[in-house]
């Protein structure tokens, strides 16, 4: 048991026996880890991971750092906080699945304005389920209370992940022609990005997120919004092991017209039917209610699509198998096109 305590600083706002606490109760979460490489315990000054390149023949390290942004506010006003976690690791290990890389580790940061240890201690069980998604494990992480800064019970979190690749496995955009095909994996729902409009759209400060709505199922829409972000590790390494994946762009923020194109090489678009896309109802519910236009939908939400693929004519078919096998629903969305830059959806 440490022996530090300083009761000037817990006067001053910042309670560091309550950061013990925390680190003690995540513990248990941060092991479920441990069989991915991470060798030690935690709370050393650096996060140690045991690096096996036994089938990496030139190893090139890939990394993504990103938030969970202001679904955060769903979650404060839910008072839920053992998923969000997931959607923090979720945006980081996507990204990087898009040179072709397994995620190998992941650190997270947490800021509040009070320690809540059994709080923390929720937020980093998420964080490590995410982990355990994605095959990689939670090797540290920092919680630092901002006393004056945030309000009590808020916080903000990130993180980042560290993945590796094969320098000659890593995905080559360029290598994308006219007449391939785009294949869709479908996303579990919102995801992470686009809460701003959503907490505008459905003025969620005075909205009942609890009362289950019929169009989303019966779900509430507290519970839908809070559905955390697809993690696509698995699916996508098993994948990229059988078929010749040319390219992938993970959906997020800026929706479709930002993202596909950061997948394809200049001078190439991508044309996709209005009708192939299977737009989940939530995206629906969010246009009818704050009478957003379409473009501005597929501007801002992943719309039912969380992550593209684009193979040749000749690998569509056993893509959509092979994904369907890992429990993708996965379609054709579209096809390349030359001449043209962007994304059309006619």
Not at 28 to 55: C, K, M, Y
């Amino acid at each position: 048991m440490s022996k530090s305590f300083s009761e000037s600083y817990k006067e001053a706002g910042v309670d560091i026996t309550a950061g013990y606490k925390s680190v003690e109760l995540m513990k248990e979460h941060i092991a479920r880890t441990a069989q991915f490489g991470n060798p030690v315990d935690i709370g050393g000054f650096g996060g140690l991971f045991e690096l096996d390149l036994s089938d990496v023949q030139n190893p090139v390290l890939v990394s993504g750092t990103d938030g969970v942004g202001t679904k955060l506010k769903i979650a404060f006003l839910m008072d839920k906080h053992d998923t969000i976690g997931i959607d923090c690791v979720a945006m980081c290990v996507n990204d990087i699945l898009c040179v072709g890389a397994k995620p190998l580790y992941f650190l997270d940061y947490i800021a509040c304005g009070r320690n809540y240890p059994d709080k923390i201690a929720q937020i980093v069980k998420g964080v490590a389920e995410g982990c355990v998604q994605s095959e990689a494990a939670l090797i540290g992480g920092e919680t630092a209370e901002h006393p004056g800064m945030m309000p009590e019970d808020d916080y903000d979190l990130a993180g980042f992940a560290v993945g590796v690749v094969d320098k000659e496995k890593m995905l080559d955009k360029n290598s994308v022609k006219e007449g391939d095909i785009i294949i869709a994996i479908p996303s579990s729902g919102v995801h992470s990005n686009g809460f701003s409009l959503i907490r505008k759209v459905f003025d969620v400060e005075k909205a009942d997120l609890f009362a289950p709505i019929a169009v989303l199922g019966n779900k509430s829409l507290g519970e839908v919004l809070l559905t955390p972000t697809k993690i696509y590790v698995k699916p996508i390494m098993n994948l990229l092991k059988k078929v010749n994946v040319k390219s992938i762009a993970h959906i997020t923020g800026g929706g479709f017209y930002e993202n596909i194109p950061r997948a394809l090489p200049e001078g190439m678009g991508a044309l996709i039917p209005r009708s192939n896309v299977r737009v989940l109802p939530i995206f629906n519910l969010i246009a009818y209610t704050g009478d957003i236009p379409e473009r501005d939908m597929f501007n801002t939400f992943n719309m039912g699509v969380g992550m593209v693929v684009i193979v040749s004519p000749n690998d569509a078919d056993d893509t959509i198998s092979i994904l369907k096998e890992s429990g993708e629903d996965a379609y054709i969305l579209g096809h390349v096109v030359s001449d043209s830059e962007g994304v059309t959806i006619c």
